[in-house]
């Protein structure tokens, strides 16, 4: 198994969680807190970014007369908001052309787990560490009705930490990082709401004239 990790900046500021090379497959795993129906073109400018580095390790020519084969791709979004979503959604990429293609032929697909569905519990019970983080973040949202954002993070942290646990270690390690890494997230939330209620307001303002 080869972990692949990007720090590239999409969509005012992105992290993924993690990609893995498994077996023939691409693995790319990402957490969200938000909804976002951008999810299919940030997956394919990831692979994009992923297959560029695979060819390149390889030391692969994109121009020889064979086959280059590569890893089949499976990106999955798990996300664990606050609004109600289904237990499984397929965000496709051609949702999103501005003129209507139906062939199939440039397709690109996210699966969107919800995490907070009854029927992906099963997923959360498999894997101890999506289970904390889940959790975690869950309890950030909750502080944060009563606090700033960045005490909501610290306080969060600092209630993972002495619950003990893989996440607490990985907390102990990159504090710094993982607080900055939820503070630009909620930071992007907030940025993204400015951005709708602009867009209301000039809506209206608009219509009244």
């Not at 394919?44 to 297959?51: P, S, V």
């Not at 051609?94 to 907070?116: C, I, K, P, Q």
């Not at 289970?131 to 909501?152: C, H, P, S, W």
């Not at 610290?154 to 893989?166: N, Y």
Request: charged share 30%; hydrophobic share 40%; glycine share 6%.
């Amino acid at each position: 198994m080869e972990i692949v990790t990007l720090k590239d900046v999409i969509y005012i500021r992105m992290r993924n969680d993690v990609a893995v090379l498994l077996s023939g497959n691409l693995e790319l795993w990402e957490h969200q807190s938000t909804v976002n129906p951008n999810m299919p073109l940030r997956g394919l400018m990831y692979f994009a970014r992923l297959y560029e580095k695979y060819v390149a390790v390889h030391k692969f020519n994109r121009y020889q007369s064979t086959r280059i084969m590569i890893p089949t791709p499976r990106y999955v979004v798990f996300y664990n908001g606050e609004k109600a979503r289904p237990a499984v959604e397929e965000m496709r990429l051609s949702d999103a052309f501005m003129n209507e293609e139906h062939s199939g032929r440039y397709e690109w697909t996210a699966t969107v787990l919800n995490l907070n569905h009854e029927d992906n519990r099963k997923i959360l019970g498999s894997c101890g560490m999506l289970q904390e983080y889940t959790d975690f973040v869950m309890r950030i949202q909750e502080l944060g009705k009563n606090m700033e954002g960045e005490d909501a993070v610290d306080e969060a942290v600092k209630e993972r930490i002495k619950r003990g646990g893989e996440l607490a270690e990985i907390l102990l390690e990159y504090r710094s990082e993982v607080v900055e890494m939820l503070l630009t997230e909620f930071d992007e939330e907030a940025f993204v709401r400015e951005i709708r209620e602009e867009g209301l307001k000039e809506d209206n303002f608009s219509e009244s004239q």
